[in-house]
Each structure stands twice: as C-alpha cells, then as structure tokens.
C-alpha cells in the first residue's frame, strides 16, 4: 500500500513537473508571437533589423526574445517525448510551440532544392510512428495518466472558479453584515467622513414633503372635511420630515457600508487570485479548451449573443439600468447627462474592440467560425 502510494505520489509529481514545462514553454511561443506582431508585422524576429524604436529597446526586447526561444528549444524534446499524456488543449500548446521553434531553425539550411529528400513521405512517417506508439505496452498506463490529468485538471478549475464568485461575494456580505453595519451605524454621528451629506437626498426629501402635503389635502377634500389647519400641517409636516430625514441617513450609511464591504470583497477576489496564481493557470487552459472546443455555429452564436447584449440595438436600456443600479448602491445622484454620454461612447468603443479582435486573432485562428459569424448576422 505504502508502495503503490509513493508511485502515486511520483507520477502526479512527474504530471506536475511536465504541466510546469509546457505552460512556461507555451507562455514564452506567446512571448515571441508578441514580438512578431508588434515589432516585425506578423513575421519572424529578425535581429538584424533596425527597428524605430530607441536601441536600449531594441536590445531588451531581443534579450527576451532570445531567453524565451532558448526555453522552447529546451523544453520542446521532453514534451514531445510525452506527447502521449497531453489532452486537447495542451497539444494545440505543443503545436504553438513546435511552430514557433520551427520559423527559427537554424539559418545555414541549404536551400529546398538542394536539401536531401526524405526515402518517404512524413505523412507515411507519422502513421507508422503513431501505430509504434498504439501497439507500446506502455499505451495503456499512458492514456490513463492522460485522463487523469484531464479530470484533475478540471476539478482544479471547477474549484478555482467557485472560489473566485463565492469568496468576494461572501466575504462583502458577512463584513457588511456582521462588521461593517454595526460600526458605521455606531459612529456615523460622531465620524462626518461616515455620514457625508448627499444634497440629492435633500432634494427627494422635499420633493416627497411637498407631495405629502398635498395628498393631506387632497384627501381632507375628498372626505368633506375641512383642510387642516396651518398648526396642524405645520405639526404633520415636521413629523413627516423627521421621518424623511432618518430615511436620508439611512441610504447614506447604506451607501457608506457598501463601499466598504465591497473593498473587501475586492480584496478577497486578490487574495484568491495571489494564492492561486496556478490553479487559474489550469482555469485558463480549461477555459481555452471549451472554447475551442465549440462548433463554428456555437462560437458565431456566443459572439452575436454577447453583441446584442452589450453593444446591440437594445443594449442602451440594459446599459442604463445598470448604471442606476450603481448610481443606487454607491448613494451617486442621478445624472442622466452622464448615463447618456456613456452610453453614446462605451458600446462604440467595445463594439470596436470587438470586431479588431475578430479581424486580427480570430480571423486566423478559426477562419469558419468568422465566415459562420458573417452568414448568420446578415453578412454584416
């Protein structure tokens, strides 16, 4: 037992180890592709390029460059060699790093004419390397490693996930509830920072004062009687007011406890993300799987959901409830200008984003989900 426990322990270690070199290998191919983009226009670094860009620049970014390539080329031969335990998406992470090593081969290959020809086709090749690697005796303990990595994998980024929403959202509740109203409740009177005067409060309190009085006359009317007397509206109205006056307070506090007791959840949502910096490593490559892993209709159909809702036809009425709502929660006066200028300018703004990302990444990294994206809007 004690055994069969330590091979265990071994063979998640050995996981580990492999998972490590693949995510530091694939973070260093994105690394270079960053190069490529946005210093040589989509293609190969080339060194000896002068770029308009200050020498000191240049040389750190070739630094970079050169530590990250080195991290490729040395991790790329103990991936390959256990290609066998990579699910989906970390082969598609292999395959990004087997291109990027590829476009830097070494520079003195003779020309492809001159080159000597393979005695058979690679495509042959790796059928007979892949019925080598199906009839290993090893096969079997391969694949199941795999699938366990596979399903911890995905157990760490259920967790991670769950942490992520419920630990902000629990920890802005029990603060606010359990520390944070008590305390301002108790030395809101005391503290002016804790009880901030809020004129549009004022405001509404009058608006309300002055509808109360004429519902009591209004309703004297109705009921035959005579109006209340100046004394006897003068009395109504103060206590009225009183009454209106705490309901203030109370939305300010509550205003003044939300704040609080969302930095702390703000501050939750880090401690989680600090402390685990590699479950969301795996979170990302789960997530990057699904994705992927989605029909080009499915992809096309969650990228005209997401546009509708946020920069569509209908999106300035979600927009502006939204924004009430913080406008409520954080005790904000209402300002219609503002929710009207953000609206005429942040869906633009997002729907522009958008569409440079659908242009620029998704354009090349699933051509049919963009086609499919065009048939099903309309062509638009």
């Not at 203030?248 to 402390?275: L, P, Q, T, W, Y």
Request: proline residues 5%; charged residues 25%; negative net charge.
């Amino acid at each position: 037992m004690a055994l069969t426990d330590w091979m265990t322990a071994f063979e998640r270690a050995q996981a580990s180890d492999l998972t490590s070199d693949l995510e530091r290998a694939y973070e260093a191919a994105l690394l270079i592709q960053g190069f490529e983009l946005e210093y040589y226009n989509d293609r190969p670094v080339r060194p000896e390029l002068e770029l308009g860009i200050p020498r000191q620049t240049q040389a750190q970014m070739l630094r970079r460059f050169k530590a990250a390539l080195k991290l490729c080329r040395a991790s790329l031969e103990e991936l390959e060699q256990n290609r066998g335990q990579l699910d989906g998406q970390e082969h598609r992470q292999l395959q990004l790093i087997e291109s990027v090593v590829s476009r830097y081969g070494q520079r003195t290959r003779l020309p492809s004419m001159a080159r000597s020809p393979n005695v058979l086709p690679s495509s042959l090749l790796n059928v007979f390397d892949g019925l080598r690697r199906q009839l290993d005796p090893e096969a079997e303990a391969t694949m199941v490693a795999g699938f366990r990595r596979r399903r911890d994998s995905t157990l760490v980024s259920l967790r991670i996930l769950l942490l992520l929403l419920l630990v902000p959202l629990m920890i802005q509740q029990m603060s606010r509830n359990l520390v944070v109203s008590p305390l301002v409740d108790l030395y809101s009177k005391d503290m002016p920072i804790l009880s901030y005067p809020q004129p549009h409060l004022q405001q509404e309190a009058i608006k309300k004062l002055r509808l109360y009085q004429s519902e009591v006359e209004f309703e004297a009317l109705l009921a035959g009687k005579t109006p209340p007397s100046r004394e006897e509206m003068q009395s109504a109205l103060a206590e009225k007011a009183e009454e209106l006056r705490k309901d203030a307070d109370r939305e300010s506090n509550d205003a003044i406890k939300n704040i609080i007791a969302d930095v702390c959840g703000f501050f939750g949502f880090v401690a989680v993300c600090f402390f685990g910096q590699r479950d969301i490593q795996v979170l990302r490559g789960f997530l990057d799987e699904v994705l992927v892993g989605l029909s080009d209709s499915a992809k096309a159909f969650a990228i005209i959901l997401f546009t509708d809702i946020f920069v569509g036809f209908h999106s300035p009425e979600g927009w502006t409830v939204l924004l009430e709502g913080v406008e409520v929660h954080f005790g904000l006066p209402h300002q219609e200008s503002f929710i009207m200028l953000f609206i005429a300018t942040f869906p633009v703004v997002l729907a522009t984003i958008l569409k440079y990302w659908i242009f620029r990444y998704l354009n090349r990294v699933s051509p049919s989900s963009v086609a499919t994206l065009h048939s099903m809007n309309g062509g638009g």
